[in-house]
């Protein structure tokens, strides 16, 4: 017998966060991670790329683009993980 597959992935502890979380929530985390890593590799080489290298601008670029990303994850996450708690039973 087939079962219908949810398309919510589920989420072990693990594989999360923070808990409680929402799929949405780990998507933004999972981007921001990304985003992050690729700072973080891109201000590494950029210190060691002299000024006048030609390639420099591309990595400069580069890293435009990634701290943009981060910021388009950033606020949403926040957004959500407020959602979130605010959603939970009060104690």
């Given at each position: 017998?087939?079962?219908?597959?949810?398309?919510?992935?589920?989420?072990?502890?693990?594989?999360?966060?923070?808990?409680?979380?929402?799929?949405?929530?780990e998507q933004h985390f999972e981007e921001i991670l990304e985003a992050v890593?690729?700072?973080h590799n891109l201000s590494a080489a950029l210190r060691v790329i002299p000024?006048?290298?030609?390639?420099?601008?591309?990595?400069?670029?580069?890293?435009?683009?990634?701290?943009?990303?981060?910021?388009?994850?950033?606020?949403?996450?926040?957004?959500?993980?407020?959602?979130?708690?605010?959603?939970?039973?009060?104690?």
């Open positions: 017998m087939k079962t219908k597959r949810s398309s919510r992935p589920s989420f072990t502890e693990q594989d999360t966060l923070v808990t409680p979380t929402t799929p949405m929530l890593e690729e700072i000024l006048d290298d030609k390639n420099r601008d591309e990595y400069e670029g580069r890293l435009y683009a990634a701290l943009t990303h981060l910021d388009h994850h950033v606020k949403p996450a926040i957004k959500e993980w407020d959602r979130v708690v605010d959603r939970m039973p009060e104690d």
